[in-house]
């Protein structure tokens, strides 16, 4: 069965430091997401992203965070200058429509800012 | 403003005996609802949808409009259920997921 796959698993940054979390979809899918979840909290949305460009965002997705799908392959979230409330579990997902049940989740990278 | 609520973080229940977890949705137009489970160091998946209404590792949830309720029951708990789940909503026009708190589910042997 197809995945999702998110790396790193784990990373560990310093506050003010940049951090890249990469994510390859499912290879025909053409609808990209990224969740995060703090710890102990739910699930939140981030942004979506369809045909090269943010299709939504919600209010956390500030300036501090962009998107890019650089290849065909990698889809990428870039935290910039990192904060400590920005440490949480990030999860990438890829559909290939908009059906809310047709969403395939990688396993996430818990970002850990110190 | 679309909202689910879960209001047991924890529930825990002997093999064999009934489980329910709980969901509640508030919703201005036709919800799209769907239960996601994630079992212990696995991904989150899809478990079951409402507009399918099948069955899925013998769990069903049925959408009551009335109550706005999308509970999602077993007649008798597994220990491999054991797992975190997760009452969602879709948003068709954002295209995106709206998560509840979760229900970590213990079946204790």
């Known amino acids: 069965e197809p995945e999702v796959t998110q790396t790193p698993s784990h990373q560990v940054t310093q506050m003010g430091q940049e951090v890249i979390l990469r994510c390859v979809p499912i290879s025909n899918h053409l609808y990209f997401y990224w969740y995060r979840q703090i710890l102990g909290q739910k699930v939140e949305f981030l942004v979506s992203f369809y045909n090269n460009e943010i299709s939504e965002k919600s209010e956390i997705f500030d300036d501090q965070f962009s998107v890019e799908r650089p290849d065909g392959s990698n889809f990428t979230l870039k935290i910039r200058s990192t904060k400590l409330e920005d440490s949480a579990m990030y999860f990438c997902a890829s559909s290939s429509d908009r059906v809310g049940g047709g969403y395939t989740f990688g396993s996430g990278t818990r970002l850990t800012v110190v | 403003a679309q909202r689910v609520t879960q209001p047991e973080k924890l529930l825990s229940v002997f093999k064999g005996a009934p489980v329910e977890l709980k969901c509640n949705y508030s919703y201005s137009g036709s919800p799209e609802l769907f239960w996601y489970v994630q079992y212990s160091r696995q991904r989150l998946q899809l478990l079951l949808r409402?507009?399918s209404r099948e069955s899925i590792k013998g769990f069903t949830a049925d959408l009551n409009k009335g109550e706005t309720s999308f509970h999602l029951k077993k007649p008798f708990a597994q220990e491999e259920d054991s797992a975190m789940y997760y009452c969602v909503s879709y948003r068709a026009g954002a295209n995106n997921l709206f998560f509840g708190t979760g229900t970590r589910l213990t079946v204790i042997p």
């Open positions: 409402h507009i």
